[in-house]
């Protein structure tokens, strides 16, 4: 079977799946099958795929049928500039999340020496971004998930960060090291009761540890606000992501931990999405 013929095949068995864009998703897994990119194999139709090329395509096809993400099925997702390694440990990178990057690179210039902290660091992407702009800040991880913490390691290594990074894993209750200039946190903000209302992709695959917020939404939240407080230097700044509707109280429970509200940003969807508030 040639490459032509294995992308319309492809193509066709995603056209009635879940998947929005099958040609595409088609062009990737293919383009990780056989280690060349989508250019290659739009130059290369009647180039004749190995059998075990083909039955490695039609593993992975079947797995997208099933709504797993693209992202899990090539273990990788692009953030800010760059790629990160991702797998069912971590959450995939949201375009959203990249807030959190524009806005630090925003408050402090590049000859600016400081000691960050990201609650909650997943994949590492948030931190990771930040440290290759300012090369001269120095990065904490903290995650509960062990897992996770492993893939935040090795993105460091893969983007030769290692020597500006710390990762510990740990809930944000039980950490006690360092003071910082700033906290960044993207926490598990979903309701437990929303959370069966998800996209299958999220539901199905990304992992509840991080998407779960308790009850109502707020109790990993609370617990990221206060130890902020306790973590971070006077005048220090925090930057959070929230979830929808959770602006109004998220800021009061701010500003009863002595944090000054700076602003509120807006999401690419115009949904409050990220607050910046300082240690008074």
Not at 136 to 144: A, E, K, L, V
Request: charged residues 30%.
């Amino acid at each position: 079977m040639n490459i032509q013929t294995a992308l319309n095949k492809a193509s066709k068995i995603l056209r009635n799946s879940s998947s929005g864009t099958p040609k595409l998703d088609s062009e990737i897994l293919l383009s990780k099958v056989v280690k060349k990119n989508r250019q290659y194999l739009i130059l290369n139709f009647d180039h004749e795929l190995k059998k075990e090329n083909i039955k490695l395509f039609n593993f992975l096809l079947e797995r997208r049928k099933k709504g797993e993400p693209i992202a899990y099925l090539i273990n990788k997702k692009e953030f800010w500039k760059k790629n990160f390694y991702i797998n069912k440990d971590v959450l995939i990178p949201r375009p959203d999340t990249e807030l959190l990057v524009e806005e630090t690179l925003k408050l402090f210039n590049a000859n600016s020496k400081l000691s960050i902290l990201d609650i909650g660091t997943g994949s590492g992407c948030i931190l990771l971004s930040i440290l290759d702009e300012r090369k001269n800040f120095f990065g904490t991880g903290i995650d509960i998930s062990k897992k996770a913490i492993n893939v935040a390691r090795f993105n460091a290594k893969m983007h030769q960060l290692r020597n500006r990074t710390k990762f510990y894993n740990s809930d944000i209750d039980k950490f006690l090291i360092g003071k910082y200039d700033l906290i960044l946190s993207n926490p598990p903000y979903i309701k437990q009761e929303d959370l069966k209302y998800l996209e299958k992709d999220v539901k199905d695959f990304e992992p509840k540890l991080a998407l779960d917020g308790g009850k109502d939404g707020f109790s990993e939240v609370k617990k990221v606000i206060g130890k902020t407080s306790m973590l971070l230097k006077k005048n220090g700044k925090f930057i959070l992501e929230i979830g929808f509707r959770q602006k109004n109280r998220i800021l009061s429970i701010l500003k009863r931990n002595n944090f000054f509200i700076n602003k509120v940003i807006k999401d690419y969807g115009k949904n409050d999405r990220c607050i910046i508030s300082t240690k008074i």
